[in-house]
């Protein structure tokens, strides 16, 4: 069955340091991979998504993130993160079929002091 | 263009009660998506519609769980009679008709705010 991994559960950090969120999955053909955030008080949307092509995305404020194949992984990063950053970031697959359903991760609490 | 929209938003009812949820998709997306997330756990599919069929069910969790998409619009998603465990959040997602637009729009489900519901 498929799965996805999320490696931290809470991140704190501070001001300007880089983030990176970890995320592996368990799926043997071709998949798509998003990172969803949830700010509080709002709904999930995209950050980034990956399809084909170039496995380093960049998504909507200054997200990036890398898909290697070889490790199952599509790792989230940024290099300075700020206080409005603060929210619940999730990882999430789905088959390389259209309409399929998005399987996640637990989600991993980034918590920003400024 | 008006996003996912769920109603209500939170809903609190006793064991053995009914509850139905609502979900608006995004318009003229065929594709619409039930979530749900339990707490402390990640968020997991129930099922999908496309237009008013049901594409995939398999993560309804019993027959206790009822959806419906009359006419391929909102969707309702009924919980009879409702048990403790089947507190948490309702998620719905839609996405645009896979023969539709660019091919990168197939794959990404628009979100609504959820339905909070707790069973007392």
């Known amino acids: 069955a498929q799965s996805v991994s999320q490696h931290n559960h809470h991140v704190i950090l501070s001001e300007a340091a880089s983030l990176e969120l970890g995320c592996n999955y368990s799926?043997?053909?071709?998949?798509?991979l998003f990172w969803y955030v949830q700010y509080p008080g709002q709904h999930l949307q995209l950050l980034l998504k990956?399809?084909?092509?170039?496995?380093l995305v960049k998504g909507i404020k200054g997200f990036e993130a890398e898909f290697i194949k070889s490790k199952f992984s599509f790792n989230l990063r940024k290099p300075s993160v700020q206080w409005s950053d603060t929210a619940e970031y999730f990882c999430?697959?789905?088959?390389?079929?259209?309409?399929?359903?998005?399987?996640f991760g637990k989600g991993t609490t980034l918590s920003v002091s400024s | 263009e008006a996003g996912v929209t769920q109603f209500p938003s939170h809903s609190v009812i006793e064991k053995g009660q009914t509850v139905t949820l609502r979900c608006d998709p995004i318009?003229?997306?065929?594709?619409l998506y039930w979530y749900r997330r339990v707490m402390g756990k990640e968020i997991k599919f129930l099922l999908h519609?496309?237009?008013?069929?049901?594409?995939?069910e398999s993560g309804m969790p019993n027959n206790r769980f009822l959806a419906e998409r009359t006419g391929g619009t909102y969707s309702t998603l009924k919980v009879q009679p409702a048990e403790l465990e089947d507190s948490g959040v309702y998620f719905c997602?839609?996405?645009?008709?896979?023969?539709?637009?660019?091919?990168?729009?197939?794959?990404?489900?628009?979100f609504g705010p959820g339905t909070r519901l707790t069973v007392t």
């Open positions: 997602a839609s996405s645009q008709d896979p023969f539709e637009g660019p091919p990168h729009f197939t794959y990404e489900q628009y």
């Open positions: 799926y043997g053909g071709t998949v798509n």
């Open positions: 990956y399809f084909s092509g170039d496995p």
């Open positions: 999430a697959v789905n088959a390389g079929q259209a309409g399929t359903a998005l399987i």
């Open positions: 318009s003229g997306h065929d594709n």
């Open positions: 519609f496309v237009k008013e069929s049901k594409q995939d």
